[in-house]
């Protein structure tokens, strides 16, 4: 029985030295990474600044989309319900409601079929009003694919001044260590490998955007084929 008092006594210190070890290790480690970071030069700000703008309009798009590229089963049903019956306002009302590209690019065709113009005319309508709602989705995309490009050419940019500067000192103090080289030297890596990351969020963010847009273009082209059957068979 004191055998085991004895080793309990040893063991609980020890596992409490052990927790406060890691606990502090794991503090060092987080600070050491946010430091680590600020040693990547002057070039890091910038890239920040980018990283953040980039997040803003990848938010910013992702919300806008989620409002106007909403694509609404009913409404094509509805439109078809109010101009077989011919209420043509109540069609027009309906498409307005929905708050989406589709019903602005529906309401647009209806407008003209309300005061008797040819097919051709509403078609023509329809197709500048898509082109407008492309635009207005495709805004600020230009943004992201200019990210792309700028972050990675910011980092490495980061590096080569990182890499003449060490060269610069050792022609200077005449002092060649591995040490000196290859520590300076990772540091200004950072610049690159954050500019990388800025780069690939800018592009994946632009590409994915994009296929949504294309996504958008082909549903809008069935409910304006949709449309037309309607009001040139009434079906």
Known sequence: MTNLFLLLQDTIPAAATDSTATVATSTEE??????????????????????FFTLYVIIERALYYKKVAKEDTRLIDDVRTHLTSGKVDAAQMAAARSGTAYGNIIESGISLVGIGRPLGEIEGIMEKT??????????????????????????????????????????ITENISIGSISGGLYEKMISSGLGLIVGVIAYSGYHYFNMIIDDFSLKVQKQVIQFVNIITTGK
């Open 130 to 171: 898509t082109n407008v709602e492309i635009g207005q989705m495709e805004k600020k995309l230009g943004w992201l694919g200019l990210v792309a490009g700028i972050a990675p050419i910011l980092g490495f940019i980061g590096t080569i001044s990182g890499v003449i500067k060490i060269f610069y000192t050792i022609s």
């Open 30 to 51: 987080s600070v050491n990474y946010f430091s680590l970071l600020m040693k990547g030069g002057v070039m890091v700000a910038p890239i920040l600044l980018l990283l």
